[in-house]
């Protein structure tokens, strides 16, 4: 009797957030027939500004650094960037794949033990056809969980992808290094998969408001994403002290919604998007035909200059939490680039709160 109660209130609950996120619909789009998509800003490289080239007294950025500052300008203005071509077409697929496989080994594994799921899911662990599938940085991924040995001349796609996204000549290692520092602390370890079926969700930002920008999240498409997959939608320009005080006054929010300028996150594959975890979103339902799911590489890294508690778990195995910074990847690249089948044996399988040494 206890536990039809306590399903029937969870249901009841789950059924009154679906209400409010389908009204919160009805208010971002208002009259609008389609609506805006995020698009990737055209940036033109600055040339070298005086007295920073030869015989100054600073060195001379990058052409990849003086973008990383366009970049920023942005990302620090509307609170999200939308950055295209970060991942290859080829490993994006491969990426997408060994995503997939992880999940059916996590699926296997916590219909065993249902405590597992926690080594395996992160905040998104709870809706229905929805997952943050907590991704392991050794070579098999789960298959090496508990010391388990796998075969070293196996494909390692995770270390591919990274060395792609945040190697020597990383796509994204610029604007992270721009944005955080060698010392930001790697956050975040997962992947975003909905399924079709998958209910909106309500706008929300990922963490109690904080003065300095705390965190910037990646979400990398990993197939084309349309407008039927469920794709993010960014409120522009809400990370700031003023809109989160109006979204958290209730006579407030719904005028708020109605005048926001909301962009959907619609994807080409190895696309991405850079967010500040302040920005208002919220992931839109997954109406695509069977088989369609949404699956979203997802990573970030949290700012060093915020030291306090930031009010918000991320999806990463907890033996990684605070022990991976980004100059520690760098170097697990640079050592990967140079023959070492597993770079990232140092940090383990991420199951528990071991300290390195």
């Given at each position: 009797m206890v536990g039809s109660a306590h399903d029937l209130l969870y249901q009841d609950q789950q059924a009154a957030m679906e209400r409010r996120a389908l009204k919160e619909e009805e208010l971002l789009r208002g009259k609008k027939k389609k609506l805006k998509e995020l698009k990737a800003p055209k940036l033109k490289i600055p040339s070298v500004k005086a007295g920073t080239g030869f015989g100054s007294q600073s060195t001379p950025q990058s052409p990849e650094e003086r973008l990383a500052n366009e970049q920023a300008k942005i990302l620090n203005r509307d609170g999200v960037l939308r950055i295209n071509s970060v991942l290859s077409p080829d490993l994006s697929d491969k990426l997408r794949s060994?995503?997939?496989?992880?999940?059916?080994?996590?699926?296997?594994?916590?219909?065993?033990?249902?405590?597992?799921?926690?080594?395996?899911?992160?905040?998104?662990?709870?809706?229905?056809?929805?997952?943050?599938?907590?991704?392991?940085?050794?070579?098999?991924?789960?298959?090496?969980?508990?010391?388990k040995k796998v075969n070293p001349d196996e494909p390692y796609v995770l270390a591919d992808a990274l060395q792609e996204l945040l190697g020597m000549n990383g796509t994204l290692r610029p604007i992270y290094q721009n944005l955080v520092t060698s010392?930001?602390?790697?956050?975040?370890?997962?992947?975003?998969?909905?399924?079709?079926?998958?209910?909106?969700?309500?706008?929300?930002?990922?963490?109690?408001?904080?003065?300095?920008?705390?965190?910037?999240?990646?979400?990398?498409?990993?197939?084309?994403?349309?407008e039927n997959m469920g794709p993010t939608t960014f409120l522009l320009k809400t990370h700031t002290k003023k809109e989160n005080a109006i979204f958290n006054d209730y006579s407030q929010k719904d005028e708020q919604l109605s005048?926001?300028?909301?962009?959907?996150?619609?994807?080409?594959?190895?696309?991405?998007?850079l967010f500040d975890a302040r920005i208002l979103h919220c992931g839109n339902a997954n109406d695509a035909e069977k088989g369609s799911n949404r699956v979203l590489f997802n990573f970030s890294f949290r700012n060093p200059k915020v030291q306090s508690n930031l009010g918000y778990a991320g999806s990463?195995?907890?033996?990684y939490c605070g022990a991976i910074s980004l100059d520690g990847i760098h170097n697990a690249l640079i050592a990967y680039d140079n023959g070492d089948k597993n770079p990232f044996e140092h940090y383990g399988d991420g199951l528990s709160k071991k300290k390195l040494s």
């Open positions: 060994y995503v997939l496989e992880q999940q059916k080994i996590a699926e296997i594994e916590t219909e065993k033990d249902l405590i597992l799921s926690k080594a395996f899911y992160g905040v998104e662990n709870q809706r229905k056809n929805r997952c943050d599938l907590q991704l392991s940085l050794l070579q098999g991924g789960y298959a090496s969980d508990n010391g010392e930001g602390e790697f956050y975040e370890l997962a992947s975003v998969i909905t399924d079709p079926g998958s209910l909106r969700q309500q706008v929300h930002p990922d963490l109690p408001f904080k003065e300095i920008a705390p965190l910037y999240v990646i979400f990398l498409a990993l197939q084309d994403v349309d005048r926001a300028d909301s962009r959907i996150a619609t994807l080409k594959k190895g696309d991405a998007v990463i195995r907890p033996g």
